[in-house]
């Protein structure tokens, strides 16, 4: 079996659940990305998709000069119907994609900022429209922002809903990265902290952390950890992640642990040589994106001094994207170790 070769092939691959006795009433189907941040009531979505009597309605926001040519792009008519669409253009096609986006609301300063409206990956589809664009008129087409709605344009009525609220594409290491370091911030662009509008996970029945003689600024730290006398400045540390004496960690996230390690597990590791999960002690990391259950051993310095953009060593436990170092899932980063 092959893997998935486009978002309209991966909801194609899962038609049979349409096709259900108990789903053959659904009129419309919200299709949604699973690497974006944002907080939307999908309601209002559906409701305008509805009020528009739309086949296909995309979630639009405006975007800038800088990052424009990161989404699909569209224009819109005054009606609100998507008009024209164009998958990450760049150079001249860029540029004929500006619009008037004080249409959508915005000032004028706003608009002279974000002067290009950017398709968010959300998407309504009638499901007849769905089924049809799928199996029939494009079968082998496999990506819905590059192939299948261009087409669809032609002789559908899309529409675009406007969404003014925070939004960020995660997709990327460095947006990922960007966007939950920016958590730590005194008043962050998105917030967690709303009881109006929570945010549901799996309940994993944890302690609280334990700190002993830590200087922690700016951070956010999970349950269930355990930190040495260290110091945290501007990081984001996961669940049961233990860090040792002397650690210094500096605008990082660090995913966290599946489990934990008993002491005389973690002393008995350390006898043999072997690095027991978590960081140990002395060692200092910054701008660094540690996966789950890595383990890096004591008086290791992960800094990049040099600045390396780009760097690939699979073999030694890290990746480096965009000047961010990535300590790669279940890794052992050796004592001493200098990145």
């Not at 073999?315 to 990535?326: A, L, N, P």
């Amino acid at each position: 079996k092959k893997w998935f070769q486009g978002t309209a092939d991966a909801v194609r691959k899962f038609l049979w659940v349409f096709e259900d006795a108990k789903n053959r009433n659904i009129e419309n189907i919200i299709i949604l990305s699973g690497d974006h941040l944002y907080r939307m009531n999908y309601m209002d979505f559906v409701q305008y998709h509805v009020d528009t009597n739309a086949d296909i309605t995309l979630s639009c926001a405006p975007v800038g000069e800088s990052r424009a040519s990161d989404y699909g792009l569209v224009n819109i008519d005054r009606s609100g119907r998507v008009v024209h669409f164009s998958e990450k253009p760049t150079g001249i096609d860029l540029k004929s994609m500006q619009s008037d986006t004080t249409m959508l609301g915005l000032s004028q300063q706003e608009a002279e900022e974000s002067p290009y409206i950017a398709s968010m990956g959300v998407y309504c589809f009638k499901t007849e429209a769905l089924l049809k664009l799928l199996t029939w008129r494009y079968p082998t087409s496999n990506d819905f922002g590059s192939e299948i709605i261009p087409a669809a344009i032609r002789d559908h009525n899309v529409q675009g809903y406007m969404y003014r609220d925070y939004w960020e594409d995660i997709g990327t290491i460095k947006s990922f990265y960007e966007a939950n370091l920016a958590l730590v911030e005194e008043h962050p662009k998105f917030e967690f902290y709303d009881q109006n509008t929570p945010f549901y996970t799996s309940p994993r029945f944890l302690p609280p952390t334990k700190t002993e003689k830590c200087r922690i600024v700016d951070s956010i730290i999970s349950h269930g950890c355990f930190l040495g006398e260290c110091s945290v400045q501007r990081s984001i540390i996961g669940e049961r992640s233990r860090l040792d004496y002397g650690v210094e960690l500096q605008d990082t996230l660090m995913m966290g642990a599946d489990s934990y390690q008993t002491e005389s597990e973690i002393a008995s590791l350390l006898a043999e040589g072997n690095v027991p999960i978590g960081i140990g002690r002395d060692t200092k990391i910054r701008k660094c994106i540690i996966d789950k259950n890595a383990k890096i051993g004591k008086n290791v310095v992960i800094l990049n001094k040099d600045d390396v953009q780009e760097a690939d060593r699979p073999e030694e436990g890290f990746y480096i994207r965009s000047g961010i170092t990535v300590v790669v899932e279940k890794a052992t980063i050796k004592e001493g170790t200098v990145i």
